[in-house]
């Protein structure tokens, strides 16, 4: 269950009619290389991906990709609803303006369209790391000048999806003024997930996300529903709880249509088309997914979730409602999809990792009652992507599913390697942050010559080794998921990270050739994991919280070995603050201390224990420190955030309506990228 091991530390089109094609969108640009970074707003940075593998598919591979992108991009709007009940709406209003819109004052345009390219990176306007809400530069009286200049300029003609047609200036002027806290209130919806509230409320009530509508934390005990993930729980008007299932309805009408059916169904067409161009097994595997899609019965997910990981594809890909991390509660899945092409001579490296999880398993330093006896070699695959929506993003550079415990306790894992990801934001980023926060010239060498290194190996000790090991009690065998609740992910991301860290000395990384210099690199890994705590905290503008698990993981490994073993040392020098590793072989004693750990809770489901680590190390930080941190990151002029701009993929229709060509090309214009994904369902744009 992986998401990103985040930037420096490591841890997702036809222009033609037709069902699943999209309509024309309003920009254009020619395919080019260049630099990595193709645009820069406030704290985040546009990079674009490629994918040179494409090339070497057969015309058939690249139909089924064509395909499973557009199923990609049907889905792409439900996040923005997931994360706002103002975000579809937010959304449309942003894309008309840029669309259409000549605003009166050139100016209020070009802070129009600043602020929706952090919006659509972001998926709404709360920061995808730390959850908390950003403003827009424009005040409202400006953003109404530019939506009536848009709509005298043809725009909100036609509805967008489920979202009808705007047909005047008083209806316009309205939308505006329902919309105007949820643009301008910082106060208003402030975190989309808040698992450390503050004003009295709890993490439901506190977060803006709508996966439990109008409901609090003592509303959801003792609840069991049938569609943990993909569901919203409401209560009907006898106040009972409800669940809302995400489906798009059977043909036959027996399954009626549920919540986000406009965009299930469109990708339930998409996928069937890649059905038809796919081999016999992940043929198979598109048909459960279809199915879901449409019944939206668990048991369905089930099915497809085996298949697919029994299936390695080389245009593999992911598409439904996975990840728990949004939900302060740790139960619903948010949206999400990528495809990917095999990388296959990095893949033949990493393939050699995964046929030793047995022995890594066996040296794990937690008790043999929690060690995994029946093995099924994970899949692994470095990949290129061709396509990341929804709440998956260019900073996932590792991806470890299925995250159900029945499934990958009997069929494995399949590991991806965003190695197209990875590589972009290396060259994009530089190395003037080491060179700022490292706290010896040595440190900093190290990090020059082996820094890659270190990132790529641990990368793949954490997915491959980390997510895949241990076993669970008896009467886990559901999952641990409902005892540890919203410490849960942090829980799994700071073990994973730990059996990273764990096995960076041992010698079956040099047997196995992965490794030049171990000496160094597991040096260079541990230098970045203690080093982690600090820099993270420029993602983290206000409060003293940290709040996304991925961070928390981070600062729970750090913090803890700093207190407990004293192999980590913070320092101030010259008015600057250092955190550096002093002792490596006692920092490895306390992560095998941590681990163990870990494994133990997971296993057993203890709440009170994770709790208490995680409140004691992985939440609260100095602010006083924070400040410091942002502004020596400010200096050296580098992105916060980064956001991908996708390959685009384009078919030619024969006159039958057959797929006759795909192409790719690589678009560098975000605007343009955002307005040909919307136009799917708004045919104005």
């Not at 700022?436 to 060498?445: G, R, V």
């Not at 890659?452 to 997510?467: C, P, Q, R, S």
Request: proline share 4%.
């Amino acid at each position: 269950m992986e998401k990103p091991l985040r930037q420096l530390w490591p841890r997702r089109v036809a222009i033609i009619l037709g069902a699943c094609v999209l309509a024309g969108a309003a920009r254009s640009d020619e395919p080019a290389k260049g630099a990595v970074l193709v645009d820069r707003v406030a704290d985040t940075g546009f990079i674009q991906l490629r994918a040179e593998s494409f090339k070497d598919l057969s015309p058939r591979q690249q139909e089924l990709a064509y395909w499973l992108t557009q199923a990609s991009i049907a889905i792409d709007p439900i996040i923005y609803d997931q994360l706002s009940a103002f975000g579809l709406r937010e959304k449309r209003l942003l894309e008309e303006i840029v669309a259409h819109g000549k605003a009166v004052d050139p100016g209020i345009e070009t802070l129009v369209e600043a602020y929706a390219k952090r919006f659509w990176a972001n998926r709404g306007n709360h920061n995808l790391y730390t959850s908390q809400k950003f403003l827009p530069d424009f005040n409202p009286a400006e953003l109404l000048q530019a939506a009536l200049a848009a709509l005298a300029n043809g725009a909100f003609a036609t509805k967008c999806a489920d979202l009808p047609p705007i047909a005047s200036r008083e209806a316009l002027t309205a939308e505006l003024g329902e919309l105007q806290r949820a643009f301008f209130d910082a106060e208003f919806e402030p975190m989309i997930t808040a698992k450390s509230p503050r004003d009295g409320k709890d993490i439901i009530q506190a977060s803006s996300n709508t996966f439990y509508a109008g409901l609090s934390l003592a509303d959801l005990k003792d609840f069991h529903g049938q569609n943990p993930l993909n569901s919203r729980l409401v209560k009907d008007a006898e106040g009972r709880l409800r669940e809302e299932v995400y489906r798009a309805g059977t043909a036959d009408g027996k399954v009626a249509p549920g919540l986000y059916s406009t965009y299930l169904g469109r990708a339930a067409e998409c996928l069937e088309k890649a059905q038809a161009a796919a081999d016999p097994a992940e043929a198979a595997v598109i048909g459960h997914l279809v199915r879901y899609y449409r019944t939206g019965d668990f048991q369905d997910f089930l099915s497809f979730d085996a298949a697919w990981v029994q299936d390695n594809a080389t245009v593999d890909f992911m598409n439904g409602f996975i990840e728990i991390y949004r939900d302060a509660n740790g139960m619903k899945g948010s949206s999400q999809s990528f495809v990917t092409i095999t990388d296959q001579p990095v893949t033949r490296t990493m393939t050699q990792l995964a046929a030793n999880a047995r022995y890594f398993e066996a040296k794990a330093p937690w008790t043999d009652a929690y060690k995994k006896n029946d093995f099924r070699p994970p899949v692994v695959k470095a990949v290129e992507t061709l396509i990341e929506t929804g709440d998956f993003e260019v900073n996932t550079i590792g991806d470890n599913l299925p995250n159900e415990n029945e499934i990958h306790e009997k069929y494995g894992t399949k590991n991806f390697l965003f190695t197209a990801s990875s590589r972009a934001m290396k060259d994009a980023a530089g190395e003037k942050s080491s060179q700022e926060f490292n706290a010896t010239p040595e440190i900093i060498a190290r990090q020059k010559q082996y820094g890659n290194a270190a990132d790529d190996l641990m990368t793949a000790l954490h997915e491959v080794i980390g997510h895949g090991s241990g076993k669970l009690s008896e009467r886990l065998k559901g999952g641990s998921e409902p005892y540890l609740k919203e410490y849960f992910s942090t829980l799994e991301e700071a073990r994973a990270d730990l059996m990273a860290l764990w096995n960076a000395w041992d010698p079956k990384l040099k047997e196995l050739g992965l490794v030049t210099n171990q000496e160094e690199e597991a040096k260079a890994m541990y230098d970045r994991a203690a080093l982690a705590v600090l820099v993270q905290l420029r993602t983290i503008p206000r409060g003293n919280t940290i709040e996304e698990d991925h961070e928390r993981d981070r600062a729970l490994i750090a913090n803890y070995i700093m207190e407990r073993t004293g192999a980590i040392k913070q320092f101030t020098r010259a008015g600057k603050t250092y955190i550096q590793v002093v002792d490596y072989p006692k920092m490895r004693v306390g992560v095998g201390e941590l681990l163990a750990e870990l494994m133990r809770i997971k296993a057993e489901g203890d709440y009170a224990a994770i709790k208490a680590l995680v409140d004691t190390y992985a939440v609260h930080f100095d602010p006083v420190l924070r400040d410091e941190v942002v502004a020596r990151y400010r200096k050296l002029d580098l992105p916060t955030f980064w956001a991908g701009i996708n390959p685009e993929l384009a078919a030619e229709f024969a006159p039958n309506g057959a797929v006759a060509r795909v192409t790719i090309r690589y678009p560098r214009d975000a605007i343009h990228q955002y307005l040909r994904y919307a136009s799917m369902f708004d045919a104005g744009l």
